[in-house]
């Protein structure tokens, strides 16, 4: 089973009153996906792969983007999210073989034992995630996008992060056939947590 | 008398891998290395043999940050190669595509990378926890800056719409008008980063430096697209056909980037302050009153001050964003076709990319393919100029008596006050098989 996921009230966190001459965004459903990756990187584009499935039959209330340069900026588009879902490949360790993943919920806690195909240990994933949560920000990544909206008070009451191990990373167009095969099964059980969580949380969107 | 060592491997907050190497023995100083140890990119290289037109979507890749200029920089030399001459539109266009670019590197620079040293915060991310509504500006002003390179070059970076002859997509005027909405909104947030940035102790060091910039002729526009090459040193311009005459390359053995000389100087300086310096009397008049309100004057030789001068840019580049957008507005755009090559033979090109004066120059052949190219980067023309300020800037620091970890700071940020794009800067070297 499962363990059962404690989510706080769907409210946005750190909604700051004066956005200044921030664009005004459209009205966004409370759930919002990002796959995260590079084409032709070889396994660093699973995320991006996973997303384009989730995206051919969403969820409701979901929207599902693609994002091959993540950056900073992408946290003003989090107002009015209730949950967003990272999918991001990273190269395997030992905890965390090719072909294996697993779900972080951001800020602490790693969940998903029944999904996850290898053990990670919760605590060696959240602190391989903080170890890289302050590289150079020239080219911020996740991690880093992420720490620097929670420092901010911009993330939404919750965030998933599904982290997928590759082991090739190099100029490639293909992906490793371990990774390849954990599309279908990563879909179905974003696909199952996401409407589960809007069971429970659920539309209208959230509002700051 | 000291003996200090500092090995900083590698500076971070800078872009591409570079080491501080430092021995001072007795007070004096025995070694001192600026490290490159980036691998070289090969760029000049795998570009020979493709077609001319797709040089400045190759050459904007060397680059994720100053992609725009790289593409401008390419597009000017294979234009000068092959005799196009581009329409008024596609020059305004570029022009205001570059704005964007300038805004959204210097924000980062001054923002994310420079600032954090001042205010006692490792990066940007300790930042935010510390002073989180600058680095919410921060995010505006960059996303603002991204918007404007997607408009008009079609994405973000590594612009797809911008092409030898012109472009092939042109924004919408509802776009433009959304935009400079918020360009000149954005004046409240920079307003609010300039009474930041007065209050920062910038380190009081000057070092006599020739700084070199392009200069549109007469009372021509600051220069960032358009220019002839001048210096502090020898304000007589000259064209960008001739640039080998005033970069002078060579290669040194501890980087994999080449160092540059003057014919004036062993090493000297480009960037926003080079431009400053050499152009300070072109700013728009909103981005004088900051500099004048900042105590930035010309000549400051001051390097620290390079993001000084790079924060009056980023006014100066909104401003001008904004009556070139009305410009556009007023005359009205639509597609129009790419200009064709009238011959195709040898080319340079120049543009005031957010790191300094960049060269590119290709020779293309009758095929119209690429048969030789020169790129030279900004930061490869920084690097001798930052060894030399760190070699003038030691002794003082010593004399201070300043601690060994307040050194290594203090030389970090003298580093990053250039802005150094190290994976930029390392390009082509020579290599030498021996059997």
Request: glycine share 8%; aromatic share 4%; net charge neutral.
């Amino acid at each position: 089973m499962n363990p059962p996921l404690t989510h706080p009230p769907p409210q946005r966190a750190g909604a700051d009153a004066d956005r200044g001459p921030e664009r005004a965004l459209a009205p966004r459903p409370p759930v919002l996906v990002f796959g995260c990756g590079r084409d032709h990187h070889g396994d660093d584009q699973i995320g991006l792969r996973i997303a384009e499935a989730l995206s051919r039959r969403p969820p409701p209330d979901t929207h599902v983007a693609l994002s091959r340069a993540p950056g900073a900026d992408l946290l003003l588009d989090l107002e009015g999210v209730g949950l967003l879902v990272v999918i991001d490949a990273a190269e395997s360790v030992a905890e965390l073989p090719v072909g294996s993943w697993t779900r972080i919920v951001y800020a602490g806690r790693a969940v998903g034992g029944r999904r996850r195909r290898a053990g990670m240990g919760r605590r060696a994933a959240v602190a391989r995630a903080r170890r890289r949560a302050a590289m150079n920000p020239h080219t911020l990544n996740v991690n880093c996008a992420l720490e620097l909206g929670r420092r901010l008070g911009l993330l939404p009451p919750t965030v998933w992060v599904y982290v997928v191990a590759g082991q090739n990373f190099e100029l490639s167009d293909a992906c490793t056939p371990a990774v390849l095969e954990d599309v279908e099964p990563i879909v179905a059980s974003i696909r199952h947590d996401i409407v589960a969580w809007l069971a429970k949380y659920g539309s209208p969107p959230c509002t700051s | 008398m000291r003996n200090v060592t500092i090995d900083v491997k590698h500076v971070t907050r800078v872009e591409g891998h570079g080491n501080i190497a430092v021995r001072v023995r007795d007070g004096e100083i025995t070694s001192l290395q600026l490290q490159i140890v980036e691998s070289p990119r090969f760029f000049e290289s795998f570009m020979r043999g493709r077609p001319c037109a797709e040089a400045p979507h190759i050459a904007c890749r060397i680059c994720g940050i100053c992609s725009v200029g790289h593409t401008t920089a390419a597009v000017k030399a294979v234009e000068a190669a092959c005799g196009i001459v581009p329409s008024e539109q596609t020059v305004k266009l570029r022009k205001l595509l570059f704005y964007g670019e300038q805004i959204q590197s210097h924000v980062l620079h001054v923002l994310f990378l420079a600032v954090p040293d001042y205010l006692g915060a490792g990066s940007v991310i300790p930042l935010a926890g510390s002073h989180p509504e600058t680095v919410k500006t921060a995010l505006r002003l960059k996303r603002l800056a991204n918007d404007l390179c997607a408009a008009v070059g079609g994405r973000h970076i590594h612009p797809i719409a911008a092409h030898v002859g012109g472009f092939t997509h042109v924004p919408r005027a509802g776009e433009l008008i959304e935009l400079k909405q918020r360009l000149v909104a954005a004046r409240t947030d920079l307003a609010a980063v300039a009474a930041l940035y007065a209050k920062l102790p910038i380190p009081d060091f000057e070092r006599d430096t020739e700084y070199v910039a392009l200069k549109v002729p007469g009372n021509g526009e600051y220069a960032f697209y358009d220019g002839d090459i001048v210096s502090t040193r020898d304000p007589r311009p000259t064209p960008v056909r001739d640039y080998r005459t005033r970069v002078i390359e060579e290669v040194v053995q501890h980087s994999a980037a080449k160092h540059c000389r003057s014919p004036n100087a062993p090493s000297y300086a480009v960037g926003a302050l080079a431009r400053f310096n050499n152009n300070h009397a072109q700013l728009h008049p909103a981005a004088a009153k900051l500099a004048a309100d900042l105590g930035l004057s010309a000549p400051c030789r001051n390097p620290f001050h390079n993001n000084t001068a790079q924060l009056v840019e980023i006014v100066h580049c909104v401003e001008c964003a904004v009556e070139m957008i009305d410009a556009l507005l007023v005359r009205g755009m639509k597609l129009e076709a790419l200009e064709k090559p009238t011959r195709f033979g040898q080319g340079a090109g120049a543009a005031e990319v957010p790191r300094g004066v960049l060269f590119h120059e290709y020779g293309v052949d009758s095929q119209g393919r690429i048969e030789s190219a020169n790129l030279i980067i900004p930061t490869g023309q920084n690097l001798a100029n930052i060894e030399e300020d760190m070699r003038a800037y030691v002794p003082s620091m010593l004399d201070a008596g300043l601690s060994r970890e307040e050194m290594t700071l203090r030389l970090e940020m003298l580093v990053r006050a250039y802005d150094p794009c190290i994976s930029c800067a390392t390009h082509l070297l020579d290599v030498e098989w021996i059997e």
